[in-house]
């Protein structure tokens, strides 16, 4: 069965520097990978995913991430946050690009001024 | 604007009442979702239906019914509410079908249902 772990849950850091949040997963078959940003209030929206190809990829708001096949993670980057940025975000796993998809817990991201 | 409407956006409800919770969407995808969501659990997958008339059980569809009966429609019923099933739900779709496949996941505003 599938499971995704994101082991921080809060994420605290000042504007202009950069972040990184975990995700790994779970799963005996090849996965499609997904982080979703949640502002308050509002509903999910995608920033990036992972399909095939490149294993670097770049999604919006200046985010980025990576997969790494042999670590079984996809962990989110961005070099430089801005305020606006501060909102919960959540990784997710599918092991067909049209099937149940999974949530890890989320990580709430709070960007100091 | 295209995309999911879900209603109602807030209810308190008395515990052992029947409640639906509405989505609609109108972006003709043939998938759709449940979720729950609650502090610490992330999204939780309550029932989904890949194509209109089928219906499949995610993570925790106990206390929980669906029904599809077109491509737009997919309620959400809570036979008799529990306060246990105090939660934030989303409904979701994916056009998952006819090639255009990008396994992206569109989301509503989300229903906050608080049961006493």
């Known amino acids: 069965a599938q499971s995704v772990t994101q082991l921080d849950s809060q994420v605290p850091v000042f504007e202009e520097a950069p972040v990184e949040l975990r995700c790994n997963y779970s799963s005996s078959v090849s996965v499609y990978l997904f982080w979703y940003v949640q502002y308050p209030n509002q509903g999910l929206q995608l920033l990036l995913k992972?399909?095939?190809?490149?294993?670097l990829v770049k999604g919006i708001n200046g985010f980025e991430a990576e997969f790494n096949k042999s670590q079984t993670s996809f962990h989110l980057r961005k070099p430089s946050v801005h305020i606006s940025d501060t909102a919960e975000y959540f990784c997710?796993?599918?092991?067909?690009?049209?099937?149940?998809?999974?949530f890890g817990p989320g990580t709430s991201l709070s960007v100091i001024p | 604007i295209a995309g999911i409407t879900q209603a109602p956006t807030s209810q308190i409800l008395a515990a052992g009442r029947r409640m639906t919770l509405r989505c609609t969407q109108d972006?003709?995808?043939?998938?759709m979702y449940w979720y729950r969501q609650d502090l610490g659990l992330g999204l939780r997958l309550i029932h989904y239906?890949?194509?209109?008339?089928?219906?499949g059980k995610g993570e925790v569809p106990d206390g929980y019914s669906v029904s599809r009966a077109n491509t737009d429609d997919f309620p959400l019923t809570l036979a008799s509410a529990v306060p246990s099933q105090t939660s934030v739900y989303f409904c979701?779709?994916?056009?998952?079908?006819?090639?255009?496949?990008?396994?992206?996941?569109?989301f509503g505003e989300g229903s906050r249902l608080t049961v006493l």
């Open positions: 972006m003709r995808h043939n998938a």
């Open positions: 979701a779709s994916s056009d998952s079908g006819s090639g255009r496949n990008t396994g992206e996941l569109f």
């Open positions: 239906s890949n194509t209109a008339g089928t219906t």
């Open positions: 992972y399909l095939s190809g490149s294993t």
């Open positions: 997710a796993v599918s092991e067909t690009s049209y099937d149940k998809v999974i």
